[in-house]
């Protein structure tokens, strides 16, 4: 295990037994912000197309586009035990039982898939669909990751996330119930958060039963909603340097729970669906190295500073 704080890597060898490859799938479902249920237009910052690969697109069978997936990966990292459908692009749980059973168990089905990851809203999710993964996670891996994106219900409502902090309580709290593996998202940038603001999501981000998160600086991608109001409003707008992001994310470090699992910390999007690169396009191994000489050159670890918080 890395000495400082806890990697995804660590976390997949000790409790799945070795290194597992996730394949992104796009099973061409939908956001109830995009369709009309709780709002349109989708999260003001997203473009979906920015945050997965080439090989999955929805016109492909599921069966396909895993092939295509272990194809792509088998030429880039040999060393995978085994591989995970990624279900990614939008809410992955937003849709009747009948259809996720469908797809989920057509991924399974792949000789060389020893799981799944779900990526979905908190809003998306419910005890009949909780209970239907539970049983599937007594055969095959299983992980949902809940997009939450921000602890600020100001700020969720100003991203048009359609969803609460409360919602995201709710949900977490119902997967950790059935014992399930998950994960959580969240954005540090988002308008109107300062840094004062994102540390004290801290004893926010601990409350919840998680087992692993996952953070992203704010990328400002092109043709959204936000390019427009970051070009509009920049001082709503808390952007870090790349030295300044490494330090602001060891203080957070400090103070997360110890246990729970960094499957990343900065976010990398292809150049062409940004404006600007203000980091250059350096990679994300290179990220890790850095974020790894910063807690020595500092002497500091994962929860150093952490305390429990009612």
């Known amino acids: 295990m890395t000495a400082r704080y806890n990697t995804q890597a660590d976390f997949f060898r000790e409790k799945f037994g070795g290194r597992?490859?996730?394949?992104?799938?796009?099973?061409?479902?939908?956001?109830p912000n995009r369709d009309g249920k709780v709002?349109?237009?989708g999260c003001?910052?997203?473009?979906?197309?920015a945050f997965h690969?080439?090989?999955?697109?929805?016109?492909?069978?599921?069966r396909q586009q895993l092939d295509e997936g272990i194809e792509f990966h088998r030429r880039r990292y040999r060393r995978a035990a085994g591989y995970l459908a990624y279900f990614q692009p939008y809410s992955n749980t937003y849709a009747p039982l009948e259809r996720l059973m469908s797809v989920y168990e057509e991924a399974l089905s792949h000789p060389d898939v020893s799981g799944i990851v779900i990526g979905t809203r908190p809003d998306c999710i419910d005890a009949e669909v909780l209970d239907y993964l539970s049983s599937l996670a007594r055969k095959h891996i299983v992980i949902v990751e809940y997009g939450i994106e921000s602890c600020y219900n100001e700020t969720?409502?100003?991203?048009n996330r359609g969803h609460s902090w409360e919602d995201a309580v709710r949900a977490v709290n119902m997967t950790a119930e059935r014992g399930i593996v998950q994960g959580g998202h969240f954005i540090f940038g988002l308008p109107f958060e300062t840094r004062e603001m994102m540390l004290a999501t801290a004893h926010k981000v601990n409350s919840l039963p998680l087992d692993s998160v996952k953070f992203h600086q704010l990328q400002i991608i092109k043709g959204t909603v936000m390019e427009k109001e970051f070009a509009a409003f920049p001082e709503r707008?808390?952007?870090?340097?790349?030295?300044e992001y490494i330090d602001f994310f060891v203080d957070y470090l400090e103070l997360l729970r110890p246990d729970l699992v960094i499957e990343r910390f900065a976010g990398e999007v292809p150049p062409r669906f940004v404006n600007s690169t203000p980091w250059g396009l350096i990679r994300?191994?290179?990220?890790?190295r850095m974020l790894d000489r910063r807690l020595a050159e500092?002497?500091?670890?994962q929860g150093r500073l952490y305390t429990e918080k009612v």
């Not at 996730?22 to 939908?30: C, E, H, I, P």
């Open 284 to 288: 994300n191994v290179e990220l890790l």
């Open 298 to 301: 500092r002497d500091t670890f």
């Open 53 to 62: 690969p080439g090989y999955s697109t929805s016109d492909k069978p599921i």
């Open 20 to 31: 597992l490859q996730k394949l992104v799938v796009d099973a061409g479902f939908t956001c």
């Open 156 to 159: 969720l409502a100003h991203i």
């Open 39 to 41: 709002s349109r237009g």
């Open 237 to 243: 707008f808390k952007t870090f340097a790349l030295e």
């Open 44 to 49: 003001t910052y997203c473009d979906n197309n």
